[in-house]
């Protein structure tokens, strides 16, 4: 529950303490008092935008803070699910601030946070529910919440969420493979051509590189051959003699006539030898050059371009490179296979979702059930509550449609199959109308108190604000509506806490022993306020001068 809020250069309010205990807290003053700023603050805290023109002149920050104590079990999953854990207390300390340039910070037990995750923790911690939540009685489409959570159907609602999500998935993967199939046709036949392109190219890795050096040779051939032939006449073998490996030979034989004047000559003549063996292989090796000229240089020319126009058509075609073309026909060839395959797994895929579809609509019309049977107990609920509050004519009713489809089978949605709507008659014998349609804002605010008075046991946050719930309401009825809130708050832990100027609202809820506060005549401030002072306060409140007016003494008995 919120134990205690801190404000600080907020509007008027320079300092402002304020402790909460459980049960109910009214803050009450004359029109003026601050009220308004207070709960401004608390939906500062929350998360609410909050723009620079808040900060209290002269000042150049504004912050507020609020410490959370004794929080319940549900709230602590839900803030555990978010990664937030208490202090070793026990408590959460809330923080946000407001600088004048405009920046903002989060803080939650003294760590940085984003403001989306403050504003996700605070909306666990604490429901403000004022004129515009009123109003969101008004959206049909928050009946169904509304009626669920009285209905205690989350565990229901997750097990058809399941499910549904589960058919709508698999539903998605069925529409993708339809797609696809619906342009199969030529799909398979684009896939066959490639494979029929590359495939007679009869290509080869590294085979473009290889035909562009072979075209240089080709091209640049009769050059080439005779410096070829220039090597080799010179190296090894001449027709007219004169090689090199020629000189070597006769230079061999006249060592050999030196051998008894040359003791050395026997190692020269070893040494010729291997020289002439390295001759002879380097004239070789230059005279294959001569062997890769063609003795149609023109025809091979103009084989080697076709074969690159082919390889480069083939690249731009199907990857940019040779080795992306020769791995797109592996891949066409499996995407062909898996075509093979599309038949058996679209079969598959719809007897699978239509089970999903079949579980899905058992979960939803079990959910429907539980709705159709929780209905009657909200509606009686309700009802009760709005007699009470002085709206005796008003017969308040929910009416549950259930979507079908053309063949009559129930149509499912994020919330099942169900349109569900709060009805009312104002007037004994016409017909139901929707709440949108006919409610006054007097009748709005005391149906919506009703529900959460039906609800009260049912709320997710610990912690509730309640701001100008009492709109449209006469004096008579307010006071009962204090007796309303004062009972939420008595069904919970933590603190429902009312910004209330109504007098016999308040006086309820002195009455109750209930703490009120009130506004010191300078600036926004609380004291808490007994019995006997909120007596002497009526004045103020009521904008009488004296307690002397009739309608205050008739109060003094409460």
């Not at 998360?47 to 002269?58: S, V």
């Not at 509304?146 to 097990?159: A, M, T, Y």
Request: net charge neutral.
């Amino acid at each position: 529950m919120l134990s205690a809020l801190h404000i600080e250069n907020i509007a008027v309010i320079k300092r402002l303490d304020l402790d909460f205990s459980s049960g109910l807290t009214v803050l009450t003053g004359e029109t003026g008092a601050g009220k308004s700023i207070i709960i401004g603050s608390v939906r500062m805290l929350l998360g609410a935008k909050a723009d620079k023109d808040l900060i209290r002149n002269g000042e150049h920050e504004a912050l507020v803070e609020g410490l959370f104590r004794e929080i319940d079990p549900y709230s602590l999953k839900r803030l555990e699910e978010e990664g937030i854990t208490p202090d070793e207390n026990g408590e959460l300390l809330l923080l946000r601030s407001l600088t004048a340039e405009g920046k903002s910070g989060c803080k939650i037990n003294g760590r940085a946070v984003p403001l989306s995750r403050l504003k996700t923790v605070g909306q666990i911690l604490l429901g403000i529910h004022g004129q515009h939540d009123t109003q969101t009685l008004l959206k049909s489409e928050t009946h169904i919440t509304l009626l669920d959570r009285f209905c205690g159907n989350e565990e229901q609602i997750s097990r058809y969420k399941e499910e549904y999500s589960r058919s709508m998935s698999l539903k998605s993967r069925l529409s993708v493979l339809l797609k696809e199939e619906g342009q199969k046709e030529q799909t398979v036949k684009g896939l066959k051509t490639a494979i029929k392109e590359i495939s007679e190219a009869k290509l080869k890795a590294g085979e473009d590189e290889e035909l562009e050096s072979r075209k240089k040779v080709v091209r640049d051939a009769q050059k080439l051959a005779k410096q070829s032939r220039i090597v080799y006449r010179a190296l090894y073998k001449n027709e007219k003699g004169g090689s090199a490996g020629d000189l070597i030979e006769i230079a061999s034989t006249a060592l050999e006539q030196l051998s008894e004047a040359l003791p050395e000559s026997e190692e020269y003549i070893a040494r010729l030898t291997v020289c002439k063996l390295e001759l002879e292989e380097i004239a070789r090796g230059a005279y294959s050059v001569c062997e890769l000229c063609t003795d149609n240089p023109t025809e091979e020319l103009n084989r080697i371009e076709d074969r690159l126009d082919l390889i480069k058509a083939l690249k731009k075609k199907y990857g940019g490179e040779l080795s992306n073309v020769i791995a797109y026909e592996e891949q066409a060839k499996k995407r062909l296979a898996e075509y093979a395959e599309r038949d058996r797994q679209i079969a598959e895929l719809k007897d699978e979702l239509e089970k999903a579809v079949i579980e899905a609509r058992r979960q939803a019309l079990i959910l429907s059930e539980m709705r159709r049977a929780g209905a009657g107990l909200l509606e009686r609920a309700v009802n009760d509550q709005v007699r009470y509050l002085d709206l005796e004519k008003v017969e308040f009713s929910i009416a549950i449609h259930q979507v079908q489809t053309d063949k009559g089978a129930p149509k499912l949605s994020a919330n099942g199959c169900d349109e569900v709507a709060f009805m009312i008659v104002t007037n004994p014998g016409e017909l139901p109308k929707p709440l949108s349609d006919i409610a006054s804002g007097g009748e709005l605010s005391r149906i919506m108190l009703g529900l959460k008075v039906a609800l009260a046991d049912k709320e997710s946050t610990p912690s509730l604000v309640f701001d100008e719930i009492d709109t449209g309401i006469s004096g008579k009825t307010s006071q009962k509506i204090g007796i309303k809130l004062r009972e939420i708050g008595d069904t919970r832990r933590s603190s429902a806490s009312p910004i209330r100027h109504r007098l016999p609202l308040a006086v309820t809820a002195i009455s109750r022993s209930a703490r009120v506060r009130w506004r010191a005549e300078t600036a926004p401030r609380c004291a808490p306020l007994t019995r006997v002072r909120a007596f002497w306060s009526l004045p103020a409140l009521w904008g009488a001068s004296t307690l002397r007016n009739p309608s205050l003494m008739a109060q003094r008995s409460c």
